[in-house]
């Protein structure tokens, strides 16, 4: 289990190897996290992300899956692009969609950990434009980190409101994984 750390700031500050980017399929930039990532990165981002269009993902990046690019002007030796499902309102639909939230979180982790990345940081995927109830994007995000056996030793969830640090705080205590 790698030790989890839970900050509040700007994940385009992180000095990390991998900063997860919380994408939309199209992999073209958005709001959000998004489209800060591509604002402080720079164009070369969306170069490598054209490339990716135009080979590996045509159709574009399914949710719950992940890919890498270069991290241009950031200070990160890589993005993981990956795309959270849309919050469907409660019900089946969402239990179904939970499964690709984790997925993205899991992706992204097995990505970077292909990468030879030692440390990943993430925002709370889904939890902004895609509505996604923070209490139980947390649980998700969290219990995603706590699980996985792949190597990076670091995983960094950087909240960009003391809201958000908060409620993760409040998850990880109830469900019982370590913090920092
Ligand atoms: N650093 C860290 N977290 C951030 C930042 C930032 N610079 N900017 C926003 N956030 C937070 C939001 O407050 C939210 O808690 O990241 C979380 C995810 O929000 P979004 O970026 O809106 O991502 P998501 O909800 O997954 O929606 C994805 O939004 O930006 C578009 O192109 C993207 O269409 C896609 C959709």
Redesign the pocket.
Known sequence: MPRIELVTG???AEHVDVIVN???SSLM????????IHRAGGPTILEECRMLRATTFRAGLPTGEAVATGAGRLAARWIVHTV?PVWPGPGPEADERRLLLAAAYRNSIGVAAGLGAASVAF????????GWPADDAAAVALAAAAETAEPPALVRF?L??AR?HDEFRRVAERLGVEVA
């Open positions: 700007d994940i385009t919380a994408a939309n930039g958005g709001g959000g996290v998004d489209g800060a959270g925002p709370a995927i889904s939890a902004g434009i895609y950087v960009f409101s958000m």
